[in-house]
Each structure stands twice: as structure tokens, then as C-alpha cells.
């Protein structure tokens, strides 16, 4: 990739995640506005790297734009079509989300672990996997909802597969999942009691907070 093209793809990456610390009120809009002036104006990828060095959850952002450039890369289109993955989880390694008569989220920039539990029992839990760091391999979600509700989205390009079990309850799973090589396989069982678990897919436009929904089947 050119310089050129490689700095302003790394711009967007930078706006982009401004953007999403500003939607989880990480970021006032005064203090978004100023970094994303900043990231404008700057010339070189250290300008870009000290406008997001401070902020939860940067560094998979820093470690991707300041990866030396390689012979043969792609370019941002197909970047973005096939999304690199970071390495596989490292067993045993989990996560748990707990919604016991209230809310719970677990969303942004973050490293996926091989497993997260979530319960949610008179409750509702969110899990949003489009901006977090996905391993290679196989992660597992398991969830239980009792007189309760999960919600789990993943980005597009992910491979999806679907095992609950529901008891006076469902697992939402609608879209006919499609295949992609060499890309995660996110597997989401557990038990609906009383409950549902709804698994979907997000396509989001660069840059922009409008989303839209299908279903896995």
C-alpha cells in the first residue's frame, strides 16, 4: 500500500474509533471533537498514535497502524472485506457478563477470550463483538437467561453457530449463516428458561453509527 493510502486508512481507523468511545461516553463532545481536529491534521502515524494512546483499549488500534508495511498488502477495500484476526485465545482463558435484576454490557474495543459466560435472570445482557479484538479459532458464549433476555451481535465475516436449548423460551437465530475461511467460529449455547437469546449480525457503514440487523438461522 502507498504511504498515502496507508496513512489516511489508518486516519479512518483512528476517527472510527473516536467515534466509538464518544457513543460509550468515554468522550465528551468537546474532548471528540478536539482529537478528531488532531487526527486530521496529522501528518505522520505518531500524530495519530498520540491523539488514542491515552484512551481505554487503544493498543490492538496502535499495534494495526503501526504494523510495518509488507510487500503485497492489500488495500483498504479488501482490508475490509477480510479483517485479520489476532491469534488464538489462550485456553481456559474466559469471561463472565452477570445481569441479575438489572442490565448488563459488555461491548467496545476489547480482547475476546476463548469463553464467555453470561446470566442473565430477571435481567437483560448485551454482548457486541463489532469493534472488540477477535482470536482466531473457536469462542464459545454460553448463556443462560432465566425470565430474561441476551442479546449477542457479531460483525459481519465471522463464522456462527447456534446450540441452545429453549424451555418456555427461544434462541433467535433466523439468518442462514454464511461461511467464511479462515475466519472465527463464534458458538453460542445455553439455555432460555422462561427467557430468549437472540444472536445477530450488524453491517456497519465506516465512520457512521447506522446499523442494520439480520438474524442467524
Known amino acids: 500500500m502507498a504511504n498515502g493510502d496507508r496513512m489516511e486508512s489508518a486516519r479512518d481507523e483512528v476517527i472510527d474509533y473516536l467515534s466509538a468511545q464518544y457513543s460509550h461516553d468515554f468522550l465528551n463532545e468537546e474532548e471528540f471533537e478536539r482529537r478528531v481536529g488532531l487526527a486530521h491534521d496529522a501528518s505522520q502515524i505518531n500524530g495519530l498514535v498520540s491523539v488514542v494512546l491515552d484512551l481505554p483499549g487503544s493498543q ?53 477470550p476463548e469463553t464467555v459466560n453470561v446470566l442473565s ?24 437467561s432465566v425470565f430474561g433476555g441476551t442479546n449477542v451481535i457479531v460483525p459481519e465475516g465471522v463464522n456462527v ?17 454464511q461461511k467464511y475461511d479462515n475466519a472465527p467460529r463464534i458458538i453460542v449455547d445455553g439455555v432460555a428458561f422462561f427467557g430468549g437469546v437472540d444472536v445477530k449480525v450488524a453491517r456497519r457503514r465506516r465512520g457512521r453509527d447506522e446499523e442494520s440487523f439480520d438474524r442467524y438461522r
Not at 477495500?77 to 459488555?106: E, K, M, N
Not at 435472570?121 to 443462560?144: M, Q
Open 60 to 112: 490492538g488500534l496502535i499495534n494495526r497502524i503501526t504494523a510495518p508495511a509488507v510487500r503485497g498488502e492489500q488495500t483498504p477495500a479488501a482490508q475490509t472485506a477480510r479483517p485479520a484476526y489476532d491469534s488464538p485465545a489462550t485456553a481456559g482463558q474466559s469471561r463472565s457478563v452477570v445481569a441479575i435484576f438489572s442490565g448488563s454490557d459488555l461491548r467496545g474495543e476489547f480482547d475476546v
Open 121 to 144: 435472570v430477571f435481567g437483560g445482557s448485551n454482548i457486541d463483538l463489532r469493534e472488540a479484538h477477535l482470536p482466531s479459532g473457536d469462542i464459545y458464549i454460553h448463556a443462560l
Open 161 to 177: 453457530e447456534v446450540r441452545g436449548i429453549g424451555i418456555f423460551g427461544g434462541f433467535s437465530h433466523s439468518r442462514r449463516a
